[in-house]
T-cell receptor, first 113, second 113 residues
Framework: EAQVTQNPRYLITVTGKKLTVTCSQN?????MSWYRQDPGLGLRQIYY???????DKGDVPEGYKVSRKEKRNFPLILESPSPNQTSLYFC????????????FGNGTRLTVT | AQSVTQLDSHVSVSEGTPVLLRCNYS??????LFWYVQHPNKGLQLLLK??????LVKGINGFEAEFKKSETSFHLTKPSAHMSDAAEYFCAVSEKGYSTLTFGKGTMLLVSP
């Protein structure tokens, strides 16, 4: 089954404790992206990657890192999480081209206390 | 720069009545436009997309949207609402290379019996 898999689904952590949210897709998509969703703000892009070893900042990259060492994986790293990073995070992937729809994972709900 | 405005944060309808969710966009180029639906505790699912072909686009579950360049609009409609349509709906635009989507803030559709 074609899918984007995120782990974990739920995560509670404390301020300053490094964490990684994993994302993997099995559709051989070149493009991958991370979004955060907050009430009343919709989805905002954090980082995206056009291909292996090619990443770029989205609209809200502060406090996040990403890497793209393999085509299928695109982990999101929070080196020193803070409470304002409490949010619902989505990973997505697609084929290249502006008409290609994004395929989304089921989300990771992160709480930073 | 691209942007999307969803004109209503909440829309309430009765089951069996028409649905209209409004979306206006801003784009410097010929855009691709998308509607996604998000059910509770789920990821986003593509409803339909416009990519410069027919201006009236049909999607899944009986939804359709019409691209109106003169009005910079891409409103989502359905002739008859069903209880299972209750969800949050997001309009998105892409004009850049690859699939960088900019999302609106979402419209929550409430369907009453």
């Amino acid at each position: 089954e074609a899918q984007v898999t995120q782990n974990p689904r739920y995560l509670i952590t404390v301020t300053g404790k490094k964490l990684t949210v994993t994302c993997s897709q099995n559709m051989n998509h070149e493009y991958m992206s991370w979004y955060r969703q907050d009430p009343g703000l919709g989805l905002r892009q954090i980082y995206y990657s056009m291909n292996v070893e090619v990443t770029d900042k989205g609209d809200v990259p502060e406090g996040y890192k990403v890497s793209r060492k393999e085509k299928r994986n695109f982990p999101l790293i929070l080196e020193s999480p803070s409470p304002n990073q409490t949010s619902l995070y989505f990973c997505a992937s697609s084929l290249p081209g502006r008409g290609s729809p994004l395929h989304f994972g089921n989300g990771t709900r992160l709480t930073v206390t | 720069a691209q942007s999307v405005t969803q004109l209503d944060s909440h829309v309430s309808v009765s089951e069996g009545t028409p649905v209209l969710l409004r979306c206006n966009y801003s784009s410097s180029y010929s855009p691709s436009l998308f509607w996604y639906v998000q059910h509770p505790n789920k990821g986003l699912q593509l409803l339909l997309k416009y990519t410069s072909a027919a201006t009236l686009v049909k999607g899944i579950n009986g939804f359709e949207a019409e691209f109106k360049k003169s009005e910079t609009s891409f409103h989502l409609t359905k002739p008859s609402a069903h209880m299972s349509d209750a969800a949050e709906y997001f309009c998105a635009v892409s004009e850049k290379g690859y699939s960088t989507l900019t999302f609106g803030k979402g419209t929550m559709l409430l369907v009453s019996p």
